[in-house]
């Protein structure tokens, strides 16, 4: 079949541009033509690029990959000859953030502070203290939260563990940390 359009694509890891075609989606078919070592079930989906291989790959994981010569593509053509590849399946990266978005904690929310981490063993909280005088200046958005404006109560590093590559959700009660809270 003749190519109907073409379409460009722009990798971000070796920052060039390609033209592409249906040339590059491989066929439903094509699954009997990749060899995938540790073998897991995958799926080809069609991309921006082509396609993508989807599956149950595990992070931190290395993976042989090899498309036999023969593979059909989506518009009749064939892979020429074989390709291989090794897979390095990464770690998630690490991440945390609170649960709730506000520039503010009402006293009455002290003691539930939702925290969600992926691959965070410990982290490091420190409370400060807006005085009535600068509240204004800081509620605006234009006021950092540092020495100037407010006052440091308490440093702490926590634990957050959890399994490798798995998000969880943690709750910190901030009475535990600020002595003599009123």
Do not use: M
């Amino acid at each position: 079949k003749a190519v109907q359009e073409s379409r460009w694509y722009w990798d971000d890891s070796d920052w060039q541009g390609y033209e592409i075609s249906s040339h590059c989606v491989l066929s439903k078919d094509a699954l009997r033509s990749i060899r995938l070592s540790p073998s897991i079930p995958v799926e080809i989906v069609p991309s921006d690029g082509g396609f993508r291989l989807v599956g149950d790959f595990q992070p931190g994981s290395s993976y042989q990959l090899e498309f036999a010569a023969g593979a059909p593509t989506e518009d009749g053509g064939t892979l020429i000859r074989s390709w291989g590849s090794t897979l390095e399946i990464p770690h998630r990266q690490p991440r945390i953030n609170f649960l709730a978005k506000g520039r503010y904690l009402p006293r009455s929310a002290w003691d539930n502070l939702g925290i969600r981490s992926t691959n965070i063993e410990r982290a490091r909280v420190s409370i400060r203290h807006v005085s009535e005088e600068n509240l204004v200046f800081w509620l605006s958005g234009s006021e950092p939260l540092d020495e100037r404006s407010s006052d440091l109560i308490v440093t702490k590093t926590i634990s957050l563990d959890h399994p490798l590559d798995s998000t969880v959700t943690n709750w910190l009660n901030l009475n535990d940390l600020v002595p003599n809270a009123t």
